[in-house]
Structure formats: structure tokens, C-alpha cells
């Protein structure tokens, strides 16, 4: 048994993450931003933690996460707003990876996506500019850390069920995954050594998750 942090935890790879690492026998905690959104998790079994990472110091950071093997980062802005896609997907993950070395959790997952780089060739007059801007600062300082990270690159996000196949990709190589496939992904990220300081850029596909994330 693990106890998994998963930061973000009423997004919509979260709650399908957390029944998944429940289901296995890891101990669950999902850390949500408002009281509103606890039943949600807990009907997942994960344990609701309220918690605002957006204005949360490193030191409350650290207080949440102590306890735990892992971090799971399924947090975002969800867009439209610059400043705030910046507080949230660049500065408070940031402050979350620094908080988990505090708190000393070796393993941190980041939900990325299949583009996410420095040179991700947005242009700024797209209004993905600032999500893009923000994921490539936010993973270029965990790829730094010390932690053991690895760092998901889903492509196109679908509501579609799971397969539990997906196939391997680059940017060049960008299709669609399901979320629930996400979510299968980082299940099977948590328990695959072969993923650690990884970028696990992926589609929908043909392999069964194991056997792809096994083949890294």
C-alpha cells in the first residue's frame, strides 16, 4: 500500500485516479479547493483535504503532503485568466514540488501534455499561449529536482472510455487519449520504475498501458 497526494482532486482525471488507486489498497488523499467539492472525492474513497494550493505557502504545502510516497499534480487554472494560470499551473506547482522534498515524498507525477516544452511553438496571440507558457516553466524546474519525478504527456483530452491501450508518442504524434486513460496511466506510473525522470508523451492506441509504460 501507497499513500498518494493528488493535487487537484476534483478534476476530472482525478476522480477517475483515485478510485482506481483505492481500488488496488493505496491510501488516497485528494486536496480539493473548496468544501463544496468534498463528496465528490470521498464517493471516489479517497480522504477530501481542503486546500487552497493557488495561495498556500511552501510550509502549508509541505504540512499537507508530509506522510505521503507520492504526488500526483491533476491541478489546473482551467484557462481564460493569464495571471491565475500562472499562479496555479507554474508558481503553485512549483511551490508543491519544493513542498514534497520538504516533506520528504520521493515520487511526484506531473499531468502534463504531449506538447508542453519551452520551444512549444504557441504563439502568444493564442489563448493557449499562457497554459503553455506555464507548463513548460513548471516542468523545466521539476526535471531540476531531485525528486522522483515523471512527467505525463497526454494528447488531446476525450471523455470517450478508457481502453486501457495507448501507444507512445512525441508532438509529432499527437492524436487524442481519453481521460480515463490518463488516469490509467498514472496509476500504472506510480507502481513502473522505468517511468522515473521521464517525459511519457502518449495516444490512444493499441498497447495495454503496462506493457508500454514497461517497454520505456
Same mark, same amino acid.
Given at each position: 500500500?501507497?499513500?498518494?497526494?493528488? @493535487?487537484?482532486?476534483?478534476?476530472? *482525471?482525478?476522480?477517475? #485516479?483515485?478510485?482506481?488507486?483505492?481500488?488496488?489498497?493505496?491510501?488516497?488523499?485528494? $486536496?480539493?479547493?473548496?468544501?463544496?467539492?468534498?463528496?465528490?472525492?470521498?464517493?471516489?474513497?479517497?480522504?477530501?483535504?481542503?486546500?487552497?494550493? &493557488?495561495?498556500?505557502?511552501?510550509?502549508? #504545502?509541505?504540512?499537507?503532503?508530509?506522510?505521503?510516497?507520492?504526488?500526483? %499534480?491533476?491541478?489546473?487554472?482551467?484557462?481564460?485568466?493569464?495571471?491565475?494560470?500562472?499562479?496555479?499551473?507554474?508558481?503553485? +506547482? @512549483?511551490?508543491?514540488?519544493?513542498? +514534497?522534498?520538504?516533506?520528504?515524498? =520521493?515520487?511526484? *507525477?506531473?499531468?502534463?501534455? /504531449?506538447?508542453?516544452?519551452?520551444?512549444?511553438?504557441?504563439?502568444?496571440?493564442?489563448?493557449?499561449?499562457?497554459?503553455? &507558457?506555464?507548463?513548460?516553466?513548471?516542468? !523545466?524546474?521539476?526535471?531540476?529536482?531531485?525528486?522522483? %519525478?515523471?512527467? #505525463?504527456? =497526454?494528447?488531446?483530452?476525450?471523455?470517450?472510455?478508457?481502453?486501457?491501450? $495507448?501507444?507512445?508518442?512525441?508532438? +509529432?504524434?499527437?492524436?487524442?487519449?481519453?481521460?480515463?486513460?490518463?488516469?490509467? *496511466? +498514472?496509476?500504472?506510473? /506510480?507502481?513502473?520504475?522505468?517511468?522515473?525522470? #521521464?517525459?511519457?508523451?502518449?495516444?490512444?492506441?493499441?498497447?495495454?498501458? !503496462?506493457?508500454?509504460?514497461?517497454?520505456?
Amino acid at each position: 500500500m501507497s499513500r498518494i497526494a493528488i @493535487i487537484g482532486g476534483h478534476g476530472k *482525471v482525478a476522480l477517475l #485516479l483515485a478510485p482506481l488507486l483505492v481500488a488496488r489498497g493505496d491510501e488516497v488523499t485528494s $486536496i480539493v479547493r473548496s468544501a463544496e467539492q468534498v463528496g465528490d472525492v470521498e464517493a471516489t474513497g479517497a480522504t477530501a483535504v481542503v486546500a487552497d494550493i &493557488e495561495n498556500l505557502d511552501g510550509a502549508g #504545502l509541505a504540512e499537507v503532503l508530509a506522510g505521503h510516497d507520492a504526488v500526483v %499534480w491533476s491541478a489546473g487554472a482551467g484557462g481564460g485568466n493569464a495571471a491565475r494560470t500562472y499562479a496555479v499551473d507554474r508558481d503553485a +506547482a @512549483i511551490r508543491s514540488m519544493k513542498a +514534497a522534498a520538504t516533506a520528504g515524498v =520521493p515520487r511526484y *507525477v506531473m499531468v502534463s501534455y /504531449l506538447g508542453a516544452r519551452p520551444d512549444h511553438g504557441v504563439p502568444e496571440s493564442n489563448p493557449f499561449f499562457h497554459y503553455a &507558457e506555464a507548463k513548460a516553466a513548471a516542468d !523545466e524546474h521539476l526535471r531540476g529536482t531531485s525528486l522522483d %519525478w515523471t512527467i #505525463l504527456g =497526454p494528447s488531446s483530452l476525450t471523455l470517450e472510455p478508457g481502453t486501457g491501450k $495507448i501507444d507512445l508518442a512525441d508532438s +509529432a504524434d499527437s492524436r487524442s487519449v481519453s481521460r480515463a486513460d490518463v488516469a490509467a *496511466v +498514472a496509476a500504472a506510473t /506510480l507502481r513502473e520504475p522505468r517511468t522515473v525522470r #521521464l517525459f511519457v508523451g502518449f495516444n490512444s492506441g493499441q498497447t495495454p498501458i !503496462e506493457e508500454a509504460l514497461g517497454s520505456l
